[in-house]
């Protein structure tokens, strides 16, 4: 894979603040957000050709196909900084590639967030699809050891869920594949009543929180988040803290007819669900989940196959760049 080498030039610009991306890494995805996300990568290669304070010298290369980003991310040792620019899926790949390089050498992540979700971008307050004002956040911003979720052996930033709701996020992945122009919410509610409509009955599945004894349940909705949103903004879990040592998760108690399902999907944008008798929320460390037939999953917007299910929660695994000011 071509790798586009950039060497810092003169300052063009007015001097800027102390930036705190050293040595960086860019990892762009160019098709991201309907191929804006190559007009991004471009913007970001004259940016930080243009202010050489704002980095070390710096690199830039393009994913071409799947997991392109993770052998990328991978490589990265000797980088301080990697910065993802693309939707949830890249960084998901390369938080999947950081992993691989020991704790005490892993640079740390930025992201310049291009895609429709952008779930992981709300929960560190960056701008979305705006390449100048995320750019603009990460060389005045600040980095923080955040926590990683683990399932199966595959590491995710913002949400796991199964049901219906992994159901849904896979239809619009799907979608989006496809070349859909809904965005967000508009496109996580389209994709819900279809499915919705489809499979209310729920999945089987007996789950153990931290080594307490297993619960047998009839899932719709089972969510496992490091952040609060998943859907393009939606508050599954509202409490949940990116950098406080736990997961989160909210799932169905009980099974609601449909029409309070909905209702249910509705109060979801404001994170006011948690307040049902229907729904259960908590902080957990380590969950156990067995499921009779395989479920719908999906692990930050990427489908994951499987019944069985170890998941747990990796405590400040990587240090992310916040803004300074949100």
């Known amino acids: 894979m071509p790798i586009a080498t950039n060497k810092p030039i003169p300052e063009k610009g007015p001097a800027m603040p102390r930036s705190p991306l050293g040595?960086?890494?860019?990892?762009?995805?160019?098709?991201?957000?309907?191929?804006?996300?190559?007009?991004?990568?471009?913007?970001?290669?004259?940016?930080?050709?243009?202010?050489?304070?704002?980095?070390?010298?710096?690199?830039?290369?393009?994913?071409?196909?799947?997991?392109?980003?993770?052998?990328?991310?991978?490589?990265?040792s000797g980088y301080d900084t990697v910065l993802a620019l693309g939707g949830d899926g890249i960084i998901h790949e390369v938080v999947?590639?950081?992993?691989?390089?020991?704790?005490?050498?892993?640079?740390?992540?930025?992201?310049?967030?291009?895609?429709?979700?952008n779930d992981y971008a709300r929960t560190l307050g960056m701008r979305k699809n705006d390449v100048q004002g995320a750019l603009a956040q990460l060389v005045r911003g600040v980095a923080r050891p955040c926590d990683l979720g683990l399932?199966?052996?595959?590491?995710?930033?913002?949400?796991?869920?199964?049901?219906?709701?992994?159901?849904?996020?896979n239809d619009t992945t799907i979608k989006r594949a496809e070349g859909t122009t809904q965005e967000g919410e508009d496109l996580f509610i389209r994709s819900a009543i279809k499915i919705l409509s489809e499979a209310k009955e729920g999945y089987k599945v007996s789950v153990a929180f931290d080594g307490d004894s297993p619960v047998d349940l009839c899932s719709i909705i089972f969510a496992i988040q490091v952040g609060p949103t998943y859907g393009g903004g939606f508050k599954i879990c509202p409490e949940a803290d990116p950098s406080d040592g736990y997961l989160d998760t909210c799932y169905n108690v009980k099974l609601p007819k449909l029409p309070k399902l909905m209702a249910l999907l509705g109060l979801a944008r404001m994170g006011r669900h948690t307040l049902s008798k229907v729904v259960h929320a908590r902080r957990l460390r380590h969950a156990?989940?067995?499921f009779e037939v395989e479920p719908p999953?999906?692990?930050?917007?990427?489908?994951?196959?499987?019944?069985?299910?170890?998941?747990d929660v990796v405590p400040a695994a990587i240090d992310v760049i916040f803004p300074r000011f949100q």
């Open 23 to 76: 040595k960086t890494l860019v990892i762009a995805n160019p098709a991201a957000h309907s191929g804006a996300g190559e007009k991004g990568a471009r913007f970001a290669e004259d940016f930080l050709q243009s202010y050489s304070s704002a980095t070390n010298g710096f690199e830039v290369v393009r994913t071409t196909a799947p997991e392109d980003a993770i052998e990328m991310a991978a490589s990265a």
């Open 96 to 117: 999947n590639g950081l992993v691989g390089i020991q704790r005490e050498a892993r640079p740390q992540l930025g992201i310049i967030p291009m895609g429709s979700g």
């Open 151 to 169: 399932v199966n052996g595959v590491h995710f930033m913002e949400t796991l869920s199964f049901g219906l709701d992994a159901a849904i996020a």
């Open 288 to 290: 156990e989940l067995h």
């Open 297 to 311: 999953c999906q692990v930050d917007g990427e489908m994951l196959r499987g019944t069985d299910f170890i998941v």
